[in-house]
């Protein structure tokens, strides 16, 4: 789409280029800024020209930087970048492409989205922020004046297509934790249509310490988190699910579709996981929420 209202458009180099004049706005992949009328928008300040590092492993976990594309994430957690591999006792990077085709885009669209801006845009069926919700993902903030400020990227969503980024802050990059990447990981979706938006998607996760960690987002407006001790009992979980809160309607599901089908996607997992760990299930819940 033409963006008639654009004025200006300039590259940022420096973390003081970050600072906004009105009518500016912060553009990385712009797949969605492209994708619909912005009237209020009259000047870009390309994210891209600051040369972020994409990907980078620690003993910590995985940094991915704000504006490393979809295509590159997919690409690195398949192995294909051969010069700089992926930890193999990252398992957890198995449903990194599953999340990706979570996504309601083309291969093209890939190639251009950012994981910052998917995670930015914060829509309830956000495919980043489904995975970075999963893996206990915290968004690392660069605030106004030269500070930083770290969370659960569970709660910068506030709501479908909201989230807590202030004026003038920007989302520097996204980290996922070492025990996280080395859990046994699983991700389920479903839509209404073959090829639609995503109604609901579930990641399960056993930890090396065998703690059990459960995301529930698309069908609720926000990150649910759930976690436990060890493998939930499928009586605990369902039930856990069906109360979670935030779980919404719209033309592409009703609150009480999504709320069932999310408990279904659950124990599959759940069973799923029992059955490849071996492990007895326990009904001991820790709590929603991301802590």
């Known amino acids: ?17 970050l600072a906004l004049a009105p009518g500016e706005v912060l553009l990385a992949g712009g797949t969605w ?16 020209s600051l040369a972020w590092p994409a990907l980078e ?3 910590g976990g995985l940094r991915i930087g704000a504006t490393c594309t979809i295509a590159q994430f997919v690409a690195w957690a398949e192995g294909r970048v051969t010069d700089a591999p992926p930890p193999r006792e990252w398992t957890a990077l198995s449903i990194v492409p ?44 660069w605030t106004p004046g030269g500070g930083e400020r770290r ?31 080395r859990s046994r990981a699983l991700l389920r979706k479903i839509a209404l249509a073959e090829h639609g938006r995503s109604g609901a998607v579930v990641t399960g996760r056993i930890d090396p310490d065998g ?18 001790v060890g493998i939930p009992d499928a009586a605990s979980l369902a039930g856990h699910v069906a109360s979670a809160p935030g779980y919404h309607t719209d033309p592409l599901g009703a609150a009480d579709w999504r709320r069932g089908v999310a408990g279904v996607l659950a124990e599959r997992i759940r069973a ?20």
């Open 1 to 17: 789409m033409d963006i008639d209202t654009i004025t200006s458009y300039r590259r940022a180099t420096t973390r003081t280029d």
């Open 33 to 48: 800024l492209m994708s619909e009328p912005q009237p209020g928008a009259t000047g870009f300040v390309d994210l891209t």
């Open 57 to 59: 492993v620690s003993a």
């Open 98 to 141: 599953d999340a990706a085709n979570a996504l309601l885009a083309s291969f093209k669209i890939w190639n251009t989205a950012t994981v910052g801006g998917n995670v930015c845009r914060s829509f309830a069926a956000g495919a980043m922020v489904s995975l970075a919700a999963g893996l206990d993902g915290t968004a690392v903030v």
């Open 151 to 181: 969370l659960p990227v569970a709660e910068l969503v506030t709501g479908n297509g909201t989230n807590s980024l202030g004026s003038g802050e920007v989302l520097r990059a996204i980290e996922l934790p070492a025990h996280a990447l």
């Open 211 to 228: 703690a059990a960690v459960f995301a529930i987002t698309a069908a609720t407006l926000t990150p649910v988190v759930l976690r436990y």
């Open 272 to 291: 799923e996981l029992e059955a490849e760990t071996g492990a007895e299930s326990e009904a001991q819940f820790e709590g929603e929420g991301t802590a």
